[in-house]
């Protein structure tokens, strides 16, 4: 049985090596590069212009990346090892010009050969979020995924205002805001997002004006409509996390239906006159909004949202758990809510923590779920607590 | 008119209309069942709130003991020692985006 060494052996007298300066110039005269270190290695940096493909994945996607046989092509690794078992398997898949890069990415670095990191900031950027930099858990890394995230907050109101402010503040990339309403003047009592100059203009409108005016960074997508069975999931599609910042039965249960059906996280939030709940959904790994509530309450037991009001300031402390829970999702940092759920009463300031579990029978993520939303029902009841609520 | 030997009753505050404002009752009973029928003799109407006609606990309220949710214990018939809180968490579909 031959060991590892001797095969690597025979790998290397099989395939041709070149140093990083000889690999520097193939490069400069057409040679494809391509790098087969993975994912969190190449974070670290890598040759401008490479062609990133995991030694794992190689074989499998080479050929939609590399058409032509006989482009020269050089792989390279971090030290020069799994290049060369790189480079063989190419060559036997009959690539004519392979070679492997001696040395790797740590011998280009040393040579003073260019590279970079794979999105770096700009000095601007640097400035700006120099706090997050400074903590190793957020750190280049972290501030870039932030930038590359795309938030979707369902609801300009007053818990999408502080999650609008704070996640474009912090550097979130792309944020998409749904809502279909215009400011009122009575909005301004809590939603902090829009001011008494705007009274009268969309809220989508007004919310990308106070983002933009905050970060510039910031790509603002806004979406004037009300969600509905038709536009949701293209809607959801677009983005990497949900934020349920709405009002009423019927877009929550659409909400975590289209995350639960396109597996994507739903940050939960909901207020009432002095009280409010948080939780994070994500689906599958832990319950979603149906396992609490499978149906919504019959329309007779929910009052109308008119008759609630909210403390103003409410809003700020939910909202501003939901875009932290929504931050730690981006960056894959802390314990998310899951399966948890957050009661916030303000007037004894008391948080409690409630155990969520997910319901095995539950119509939506459990085993009998229904994979498109044709057959379900979304009929507004009201936009209070079912039951409870007291006129 | 807290015990520390009852059971104490967190109430959210759509609720507390019946309670003449308080977010904590404190009752007695040896089961969570038992409880919830000492708070609805208690306090006249909040019983219809939390139960349908059969007497069953309504789909959308859920009932906590000590944070975990009686559904993944024993349901109504989860037992209680004196000292526990009892959470009344309704669906809140109350957000803020109108």
């Known amino acids: 049985m031959p060991s590892y060494q001797d095969i690597l052996e025979q790998k290397r007298a099989a395939v041709r090596e070149v140093d990083v300066r000889q690999s520097a110039r193939m490069y400069e005269e057409g040679a494809v590069l391509i790098d087969v270190r ?3 290695e190449v974070d670290q940096g890598i040759i401008p212009g490479a062609m990133h493909i995991p030694r794992g994945y190689l074989e499998m996607r080479i050929e939609e990346a590399v058409r032509d046989h006989e482009t020269p092509l050089v792989i390279y690794c971090a030290g020069g090892v799994r290049s060369v078992f790189g480079a063989e398997a190419l060559t036997e898949l009959g690539y004519r010009d392979v070679v492997s890069m001696a040395g790797g990415f740590s011998g280009w670095k040393a040579a003073g050969l260019p590279w970079r990191h794979p999105q770096a900031l700009t000095p601007d950027q640097r400035r700006r979020y120099s706090r997050h930099l400074l903590i190793p858990e957020v750190g280049e890394l972290g501030q870039q995924k932030l930038l590359d995230a795309s938030v979707l907050l369902v609801g300009a109101g007053g818990l999408g205002s502080p999650a609008a402010l704070y996640l474009a503040a912090a550097g979130v990339g792309t944020l998409g805001i749904v809502d279909a309403d215009v400011v009122d003047d009575s909005n301004l009592q809590r939603q902090i997002v829009h001011t008494t100059e705007r009274i009268g203009m969309s809220k989508v409108e007004s919310a990308r004006l106070a983002v933009e005016a905050l970060n510039p960074d910031v790509n603002v997508i806004t ?3 009300r ?3 038709e536009n949701v999931l293209d809607l959801f599609a677009r983005y990497d996390v949900i934020l349920d910042g709405t009002d009423n039965f019927a877009t929550r249960y659409l909400i975590n239906d289209a995350t639960v059906l396109l597996n994507k996280p739903n940050v939960h939030g909901s207020i009432f006159r ?3 709940q948080a939780t994070t959904f994500i689906p599958h790994e832990g319950p979603c909004y149906r396992c609490l509530f499978p149906t919504p309450p019959p329309p007779e037991l929910a009052p109308s949202c008119a008759e609630a009001g909210v403390l103003g300031l409410l809003p700020g402390t939910i909202g501003m758990i939901q875009a932290t829970e929504t931050a730690k999702l981006i960056l894959g940092i802390g314990t998310p809510l899951v399966g948890r759920l957050l009661t916030y009463d303000a007037l004894e300031m008391e948080f409690r923590e409630l155990q969520l579990s997910r ?3 539950c119509p939506m ?11 379900i029902e979304y009929t507004d009841v009201g936009c209070l607590i079912p039951a409870l609520a007291v006129h | 008119m807290s015990t520390d030997d009852g059971i104490h009753v967190l109430i959210p505050t759509p609720l507390r209309g019946f309670t003449g404002g308080e977010a904590r009752v404190d009752v007695h009973g040896g089961t969570v069942g038992e409880a919830l029928e000492a708070l609805a003799v208690k306090f006249p109407g909040l019983g219809e709130r939390l139960h349908d006609e059969d007497g069953q606990l309504r789909r959308f309220v859920n009932v906590f003991v000590n944070g975990q949710n009686v559904r993944d214990i024993a349901g109504t018939a989860t037992e209680l020692s004196p000292g526990d ?3 009344i968490i309704p669906a809140m579909a109350g957000g803020d985006a109108s």
């Open chain 1, 365 to 375: 993520c459990g085993p009998d779920a229904p994979t498109t939303l044709d057959d």
């Open chain 1, 274 to 276: 002095f009280e409010g």
């Open chain 1, 223 to 225: 979406h004037e409509t």
């Open chain 1, 227 to 229: 969600l509905d069975k």
């Open chain 2, 85 to 87: 809180e009892i959470g």
């Open chain 1, 38 to 40: 993975e994912q969190d």
């Open chain 1, 359 to 361: 319901d095995p029978q």
